[in-house]
């Protein structure tokens, strides 16, 4: 009977939980719109049960606060930043081999 609750307990909880994939979209999503209380709510869920998203949330706070800092510190009239196309392809290679040395 007990085994029988469990199992239905953990069925239940992994029909509304949040992937991974999910999480960090609504991490992202945060940055950009405000997300519903139910989004919000989801994601706090997650995030006692993952290190992995509780850390990566914690590396977008901070790249979110260099971008703001960034474009705060600006002193040209409706200047449009611009990353150097080189700066980008350097930027992703670094990002994708930090990705694949994390799934290994």
Known sequence: MLGKMKHNMM????????????????????????????????LKMHLLSCYLCRRYEKQLAQLNSVVVDFRNDCQHQGCQHSMPTEAKIKTIQLVNKELNTDSK
């Open 11 to 42: 069925v239940f909880m992994s029909k509304r939980m949040l992937s991974c994939d999910e999480a960090s979209f609504l991490m992202s999503k945060k940055y950009e719109e405000k997300i519903t209380f139910k989004e919000r709510f989801r």
